[in-house]
């Protein structure tokens, strides 16, 4: 061992810290998981104190430059969209009927963002195996113990399945098919795809068990993408930042075409009532297009009846709603950026990241309630959990056993 590897290992404070980083991730892949089966508040309390175990833990290994990689970060075409729309957002506090709500919403959002961009800017340069392995291993127990709850647990917390605002239950199944990307992900860096496949099967069981359509057709979509990008996701990647930046930019016109067929039905089904809606807010919303009626506007206009009832709550209707034609484009830029970022990494990772980005928006295009803090530390925490596994696919390859036999055989100079 070189000397001056030696007396990193053994100084106390560097152990102390990994052990407190190890500490961290264990909240964020074992616990944050398990307690959302039983609690839908844990999640807020969980991820805080993950992250911020991280950064203890960090701060007692030797010093690195994480400044210059966290600004770096955001100086990224997809971090730049961000930092946009994070303003705009902070903008259209002015003109929001719901400033205080709005306004404590909107630093609750950004201050989990940036917690989260810090602790995985702070993560050690190269993650150790048993950090690793506890991606994996949170999601089979969160998986193994949703399956249990959703046959023999009590009736207030399975029903109803399908409702994610009510079941406790439907919830954690979608945490779950979030988390199980990086899980699979972890298992991938080494090889271990009969593993990954055992915790893939397991999760779509839960999945299924808890009965929860939403997460299933999200699980579903990320399957398919990664199995067409697992060889190109390059291309794909680009595929996909065309189409869902499309959809963000062309929503109003979509809800008006789809308004415009469902005219001319003559019994149209009451789930397609949201688009109607939407449409005739296109017709009379004027310069709102523009600039949106402001942060929390949607969320906040249907629970206090300003909103009909059954108006959408797709991120679609929100960002448009909420932000107007610029948050709009924003949101487009930051979701196209995202897929080209994640489709140049390397592999095996590529596909696992179109795959989650995929899972998350047709979570939130579907019309989950993405506006509430939950879903945003939710996807901070799968970040998070992606953060550690890039930063584990040093040593994927050995090198073969010829070459090593090759070297030792070689007549010293």
Known sequence: MPASSQPQLEDPAVQAGQLIVR???????????????????ALFSLMPIGAVLILIGAALTPARPVGRRLLASFLTPAGLAAVFLAGWTGLSLAWTPWLIPGGERFFKTIGTFLLAAAAASLLPPRARTSNLNLLPIGVTIAALATIAVAFLGPSWLVAPGANLEGSTLARSAVDLVMLVWPALAALAVRDRWASAGAVAGIAAIAAIAVWTPVALAAMAAGALVFAVSASSPRPIGRVLA???????????????????????????????????????????????????????????????????????????????????????LAAAALVASAFL??????????????????CGLVIAVAGLSTAQLWWTTLISVVALCFSVVRKGQYRTQRPRVSLLSDERSRPAA
């Open 341 to 358: 970022s994640a489709a140049q990494a390397a592999q095996p990772l590529a596909p696992f990241l179109l795959a989650a980005l995929t």
């Open 23 to 41: 500490l961290g991730m264990f909240v964020l892949a074992v616990a944050t998981p398990c307690a959302a089966i039983v609690s839908r508040r």
């Open 242 to 328: 065309i189409v869902f930046g499309l959809l963000f930019v062309l929503a109003p016109l979509l809800a008006l075409g789809g308004a415009a067929v469902i005219g001319r039905m003559a019994n149209a089904p009451p789930v397609v009532a949201p688009i109607t809606l939407w449409a005739a807010l296109v017709k009379s919303d004027g310069l709102r297009l523009v600039t949106g009626h402001g942060v929390d506007a949607a969320s906040r206009g249907i629970a206090a009846g300003f909103l009909p009832a059954g108006s959408p709550r797709s991120i679609l209707f929100e960002v448009w709603y909420d932000l107007g034609v610029i948050g709009a």
